[in-house]
Structure formats: C-alpha cells, structure tokens
C-alpha cells in the first residue's frame, strides 16, 4: 500500500465533482458499545478491543448519500490513516505528521464521515483519539453531534471526566443536545466511579426538554453505576424506575443487572434475573453468558460454569484469556471430578505472557492436594523461574504434605533449600516435617543437621521439635540418647507426654 493512500483517488472524485456536494445529516447516534460494563468490577487495564460499526448511513430521504465507489475509497483510506496513527510510539503519540500525510483535510472535505469513522477506529487509544479530535476541530466543516458523541466516549476510556465534561459542554454550546450525547457523558462519570456526577447528568436530561425523557440506555447506565459501587439498593430502585416508564428491558439491562449481582456475590439473584431475562424473552449474548461463567466460577458452582462455558464459546467461537483465568481458579479452589484433566485442557490454552503469579501458586497448591508430585514440581519451578514468591504458610504446608505422603525425603530437602533460596514463607512445619521423615528412614545425623537450619532461620525448638527426635531414636532402639532427648525437653522446660518413663 502507498505511502498516501488517500491521494490516488481524490482527483477522481474531484472529477465527478463530489467533493463538495457530499451533504451529511447531523443525525445522533446510540450510547457507545463500551458506555455499559461486560464485567463486574472496572479494570484498570486497556479496554477491550474495538469492532467498529458499519458505515453510517443517513437517515434523511432528502440527503445526498456517499455513491458506494466513494464510501468503499473512502473507507479504505481512513482505515489506513488509523493503522498509521495506531502504529505510532506509545511515548510520543503526535498524530499530526500521519493526519497530514494522509491527506485528514482532504478526507474531511469529502465527507464528515472521515471523522467520524476514524474516531470509532481510535478507540483502542483513547488518548490519541482526543488528540486527532482536537486537531479535527480547527479544520472545516466543525464537528458534527456524533463525533461530539464518540469523543465523549473516547474520553471515558481514558478515564478524563473532566475532559468528557468540556466536550459535553461545547457540544451543547453548538448543538441541541441529545439523549446519546448525555448518555455519553453519563458513561464517561460511571467509568471513572463518580457516582454523583452521573446522577445529577442523568436528572439534568430528565429536565432538559429539548431531549425528551432518558431511554433505556440511560437507565441502564445508571443500573450499571449502581451495581459497579455495590448499592444494590440503588440499582433494583434504578430497574423499577425503568419499568414504569414504560419502556422494555434490553440486553444491556440484563447485563447491568447480573453484574451488579455479581460484584456483590449475590449468586442467587444473579441466577435469578438470569431466568427472568429468559422468561421474558431477551436472547443472552455472548457478554451474558460471561458474566454468568464468571459468578458461577466465584460461586463454586462448577457445573453450570461449564454449562457457561459452553454456551459462550458457541456464541463468539472462543472465551477471552480472563474468564479462562477465573475457570482455572474455580477448579483449584473447588474439589470436582477430573478437574486436574480439566486444569490441563485450560493451561493449553494460555500463552506464556498470560502467566499469572496468583494463578500459579494455586496450580501449585491443587497438585499438591492431589499427590501429583511430578506436576506440583513443574509449577514450582516455573515460579522460582519467573522470580515469583509463596508468602501463604497454607501453600507451603499443602507442599511439604504432598512431600510426606509420597515418602519423598530427597524432594522435600531439595524443596526446603530452594524455598530458602528464593525467600518464600517458611515455617516451622518445613523443618519438623524434614526431621519425621529423616529419623522414619534412621538418617540420625540428617535430623540433627535440620536444627542447625532451625536456628539460622530464628526457629525456636518447641516441644514437638524434642518429640519428634525422641520418636526417632526409639524406632532405631537407641534407648539412651532418646532418653537424652527427654531430659533435654525438661532441661528447656516442657513437660514430657504421660505414660512416658526414663529407663
């Protein structure tokens, strides 16, 4: 593709001679698809990647639409403007030198909906959607609503309210507001968790009377504020205000709802409105079943998150890496039949930069519960590999536990040492532990060396430490030394077990 892909088809246009009689209706347009939430709690990571609508089309009978030659160039040479700006450095964004390379003037002149398209396509990059923005509003024509519109929404996935507000308010200055112009800035204030601001925007549509009342959009935004901040009050007062105005519950509103129930763990609501959206007819999507898989997964309710699961891969062909993860923690933290075979089937289908340190530690915890010694070994190597460290006492024990079952002295030691190395949590079960199977298999001199590691890791001896050597010394018929053991247990003050006498 050439360097000015715009250019090689504008004097043709020019030639039909429209370049200047494009007209464009400022036509609104609905909520933005990332104004309501696909999950329950608000990520701080970069949003999910955008799948841009379909060419506008106009909808007055009396304007002159794009002739299909000039929509399919036009669209083309848009696309690769936004590929140029979306290869730009994280660092230095600086969208003007690509805007002027690919003739953005140009492409404006022909239509207002080079801009508009554009916008749309630089959501995955927030900010610098804001920046070819402010630069689109210098040239001519000025900003149609809709762009006013996009760019509020740019603005909420970058987590700018108060930019969000300035746009709003110049769009207003401009325009008569619509209600997808509030919903907008009502999306940009529930994105970044202002509760009151995305109120009082949504009481200001209810009184301007240039809008019309709030559609299900707006209601459902608010659904979606509510259920995000855990006032679970708020948002069924929210829902019922919906239904007497009058107007039908959505998609989006189940969404909202079921979200709002999940990050509040209330499972058997969420299930609840599951079944009344199916009740009363709203086919889930795909985000539904999502929602659906991740709070059965907290849940503990196995077998309908894969009942989820399913469902979500016949809808979109595959379920996205982060509700992989949670399927993954459901099955470590919840006994399930083949659920090791099952761990292994999912771990396919992560990529080595989807490694989780959370995640591992309890990979390595479910081996060991298992008695998989082979598999609890590959995940502790992966993490002393990737410089991760245990600080739970429980994961070390569920560890050392797997250790003795298996009668696996060597392992055990071996493990020890790298635990030490690596700076993971020891306790003193390690050393004891170390200490029983020492002494099961009459390695005296082993045993005693692990009194040494007790002490240069500030492990005090207990009464059990002393037991455990007295155990030792009787299984190998040393009768004098263990007796020495009970001597030194009341040299330090601990009372021998009854029904125990020095011979």
């Known amino acids: 593709m050439s360097r000015h892909p715009a250019r090689h088809f504008l004097p043709l246009l020019r030639r039909r001679h429209l ?17 309501i939430p696909s999950t329950s709690i608000p990520s701080s990571t970069s949003p999910p990647p955008f799948h841009p609508a379909p060419w506008p089309q106009p909808c007055s009978p009396a304007s002159t639409p ?5 929509a399919s160039h036009l669209r083309a040479a848009v696309s690769s403007l936004a590929a140029s700006l979306l290869a730009l450095p994280v660092s230095d964004p600086d969208p003007l030198p690509a805007l002027h390379a690919h003739s953005f003037p140009t492409l404006l002149a022909v239509s207002p909906l080079a801009s508009l398209e554009l916008l749309s396509l630089l959501r995955p990059k927030p900010y610098l959607g804001l920046a070819v923005f402010s630069f689109r509003r210098t040239l001519s024509p000025p900003p149609t609503l809709p762009e006013f519109v996009v760019a509020i929404s740019l603005a909420s996935r970058a987590r700018d309210p108060t930019a ?21 800035l009502m999306a940009a204030y529930m994105h970044s968790g202002l509760v009151n601001s995305c109120v009082e925007a949504f009481h200001a549509l209810r009184r301007d009377p240039r809008c019309g009342p709030p559609n299900a959009d707006s209601f459902n935004i608010l659904i979606a504020l509510f259920g995000r901040s855990l006032l679970v009050d708020h948002m069924e007062a929210t829902l019922q205000s919906l239904d007497a105005s009058g107007q039908p519950r959505t998609i989006g509103t189940y969404n909202a709802v079921i979200a709002g129930y999940l990050t509040a763990w ?16 709203v086919v889930p999507d795909t985000t539904t079943h ?36 949670a399927m993954l923690c459901a099955y470590c933290k919840f006994a399930h039949v083949d659920r090791i075979q099952k761990i292994e089937e999912l771990l396919l289908k992560l990529r080595p930069e989807d ?34 460290t245990v600080t739970t006492t429980q994961v070390m024990r569920s ?18 040492w790298q635990a030490e190395e690596a700076g993971w949590k020891l306790c003193r079960s390690l050393y004891h532990c170390k200490m029983v199977m020492y002494g099961k298999h009459h390695r005296l001199a082993e045993m005693h060396g692990v ?53």
Not at 369 to 384: D, H, N, P, Q, Y
Request: some cysteine; aromatic content about 12%; overall charge neutral.
């Open 19 to 35: 370049h200047h009689s494009v007209h464009l209706p400022y036509t609104s347009v609905p909520i933005p698809p990332d104004a």
């Open 399 to 416: 560890v050392i536990t797997n250790y003795f079952q298996c009668d696996a002295v060597d392992r055990l030691a071996h493990f020890v």
């Open 66 to 70: 794009l002739p299909p030659f000039t």
């Open 266 to 281: 209330m499972w058997d609501k969420m299930e609840a409105a599951f079944h009344e959206m199916m009740a009363g007819g």
């Open 355 to 388: 490694y989780r340190p959370w995640l591992n530690v309890l990979l390595i915890r479910v081996y060991a519960k298992e008695g998989l010694v082979e598999g609890m070994e590959r995940r502790i190597a992966e993490a002393l590999e990737r410089n991760t």
């Open 164 to 184: 969000a507000a300035n746009i709003f308010t110049d769009a207003s200055s401009a325009y008569c507001p619509d209600q997808a112009l509030y919903n907008a």
């Open 451 to 503: 009194l040494d590691e007790m002490e240069y890791f500030r492990f005090d001896r207990t009464k059990k430490t002393f037991w455990i050597m007295h155990k030792a010394y009787l299984s190998c018929g040393r009768r004098s030394e263990a007796d020495t053991i009970l001597g030194m247990m009341w040299k330090h003050g601990f009372v021998c077990p009854s029904g125990v006498f020095v011979q």
């Open 290 to 325: 999502l929602l659906m898989l991740r709070g059965y997964s907290h849940a503990g309710k196995i077998y309908k998150m894969e009942l989820a699961y399913e469902r979500a891969r016949e809808h979109a062909g595959k379920v996205d890496i982060v509700h992989i993860r």
